[in-house]
Each structure stands twice: as structure tokens, then as C-alpha cells.
């Protein structure tokens, strides 16, 4: 079955948050193809990050590239449609962070985004399984979420073979739907190509792109890595 074209997708996690604007601005120019929010609460993760303000003010500084936000927050619901009506083009959530997957899952679809539902390191992916009718992107955490600059955890390749499996099942039962396998936490160089012969197509990459000093390059060889495999 045919792959969609691979996105890469930096995390501002790892921006230089005193010139946002003109980072982002930078890695889109320099070949990234969305620009990927962590939004953390200090609640469901112990960290505390960024709000729909920063999205709407990239907008309004002129970024129109995607942006891909994963809500790692509960309650989902509310802090979603804030998102929405900010800017977002896709937005995912943690299926144990909602009480009603189904309904959150619907509601950011009917807001005008893309959906999707993120699974822990060691979440199973037993609630995908009944809502591929409403999921446009899975997502799978390779790291325990709350921080940056984390170690790949390597059992992921494992998971994204089954998502991999799960998602060409249900896409080549159903003509005309896609629906986006994405992996973050830990995606460098180096490992980019087996994670995309495992099965991913989306790459969310914070350091790895942020750290170095030249985007373009790190981009270009992120690429070239997916291509061999």
C-alpha cells in the first residue's frame, strides 16, 4: 500500500522562545512541513507549556504552515476548541485524558481540524480500534511525555508496526480515507529511517532540528534517512 508523503514537524518545545515568530519562520523555510505544539497543564503532565495565545499569534504573525497540536491536558474538550478558533489544523489528545473519546474526537472535527488520539509509551491501542471512523492522525509517543531532549524508548518500533497494520486495515477497507501515523520523542538522524521503516510517515523532532545550527541541513539528512527506508 502507497505511503503518503512524510511530514516533518518540529517542536517549539525546543525554539528559542524569545524569538518565536522568526524561528518559525526559519525551520519552515528551511523544508519543515508543520510546526508542532506541545501543550502541557503541570496536571496530566508535569510540565507547564504553551496556550492557544501562541498559536493565534503565530497565525497573526503570518505562519501558515500547519500546526499540529498535542494536547497533553484534561480536561481535552474546552482547551480544544480554544485551539480551533486560534489557528490549529490538527489536533490530538490522550484518549485516558477525556471521559468521552467518541465526542472530543467529533468535536474537534467539527470545529474544522483534523483529530487524533495519542498513545503513551506504554498505553495499548485498544481504544483506536473503535474509533478509526473519526481518527484522521494517530500519534505515538516515544518517550514519557512532560519533557524535551528525552532518549527514544526502542519498544515504539514495535507499537508502530501494529498501528501500521491497524491504520492499512481499516484505510484499505475504506477508499478515500488517510489517516496519519506519527511518532515523537527522541527522533533524530540516526534513527529516523528505521522508525520510518516501522511505520510512521509524520516525524515530530524537537532538539534534533532546534539544537543544530543548521536547520536545512538536519531536515535535508532527515529526509534522505526516510527515503532509504
Not at 56 to 80: C, N, Q, Y
Not at 145 to 158: E, K, R, T
Not at 173 to 182: D, F, K, M, S, V
Request: hydrophobic fraction near 45%.
Amino acid at each position: 500500500m502507497s505511503r503518503q508523503p512524510a511530514v516533518i514537524a518540529p517542536s517549539i518545545l525546543s525554539a528559542d522562545f524569545a524569538r518565536l515568530g522568526e524561528e518559525v519562520d526559519r525551520v519552515i523555510a528551511d523544508g519543515a512541513d508543520w510546526v508542532h505544539f506541545d501543550v502541557m497543564d503541570n496536571h496530566y503532565v508535569p510540565n507547564l507549556t504553551i496556550g492557544p495565545m501562541i498559536c493565534e499569534a503565530l497565525r497573526k504573525h503570518g505562519v501558515s504552515a500547519p500546526i499540529d497540536v498535542h494536547l497533553m491536558v484534561t480536561p481535552v474538550d474546552e482547551l480544544a476548541q480554544m485551539f480551533a478558533k486560534a489557528g490549529a489544523s490538527h489536533i490530538s489528545f490522550h484518549p485516558e485524558a477525556t471521559q468521552h473519546i467518541d465526542r472530543s474526537l467529533q468535536a474537534i472535527r467539527d470545529a474544522g481540524c483534523t483529530a487524533g488520539l495519542v498513545f503513551n509509551p506504554a498505553t495499548p491501542l485498544d481504544h483506536l480500534r473503535y474509533v478509526m471512523d473519526k481518527v484522521d492522525l494517530v500519534l505515538l509517543m516515544s518517550v514519557n511525555p512532560g519533557f524535551g531532549g528525552q532518549s527514544f524508548i526502542p519498544s515504539a518500533l514495535d507499537k508502530l508496526r501494529e498501528a501500521r497494520k491497524l491504520i492499512d486495515a481499516y484505510v484499505a477497507a475504506h477508499p478515500g480515507r488517510q489517516i496519519r501515523l506519527e511518532i515523537d520523542g527522541g527522533v533524530k538522524i540516526d534513527n529516523i529511517g528505521a522508525i520510518a521503516a516501522a511505520g510512521a510517515d509524520t516525524f515530530v523532532a524537537g532538539s534534533a532540528i532546534f539544537g543544530a545550527k543548521d536547520y536545512a541541513a538536519t531536515i535535508r539528512a532527515m529526509r534522505e534517512a526516510i527515503a532509504k527506508a
